[in-house]
Nanobody, 125 residues
């Protein structure tokens, strides 16, 4: 199990950028697939991006492809989400999550065991 703490959320104008970070504690972080999800009130949690434990495979939701970049630093036990060209529809609470079982990233939230508390991202038009 890993404990996950997100940071970096905030208020930004449309077209701007934010960088989210997720700090993990736990000795097994380097073997975890890591993902980012987001959720708005009244809607299901939505997949955003995921990265394999070596960092060689990444997946993105179509809605963020070309704008968001996921990366990880296993030595520092962190995973980041660089978000560029932000749109109002990107407004959500963003969660980082860990999957200890697979090598390849997965996009379903039910496959992730460990979750952070979330960080709010608000994009104004």
């Amino acid at each position: 199990q890993v404990q996950l703490v997100e940071s970096g959320g905030g208020l930004v104008q449309a077209g701007g950028s934010l960088r989210l970070s997720c700090a993990a504690s736990g000795r097994t972080f380097s073997s975890y697939v890591m993902g980012w999800f987001r959720q708005v009130p009244g809607k299901e949690r939505e997949f955003v991006a995921a990265i394999s434990w070596p960092g060689d495979i990444t997946y993105y939701a179509d809605s963020v492809k070309g704008r968001f970049t996921i990366s990880r630093d296993n030595a520092k036990t962190t995973v980041s989400l660089q978000m560029n060209s932000l749109k109002p529809e990107d407004t959500a609470v963003y969660y980082c999550a860990g999957d200890p079982r697979r090598r390849r990233p997965v996009i379903s939230s039910v496959d992730y065991d460990d979750w952070g508390q979330g960080t709010q991202v608000t994009v104004s038009s």
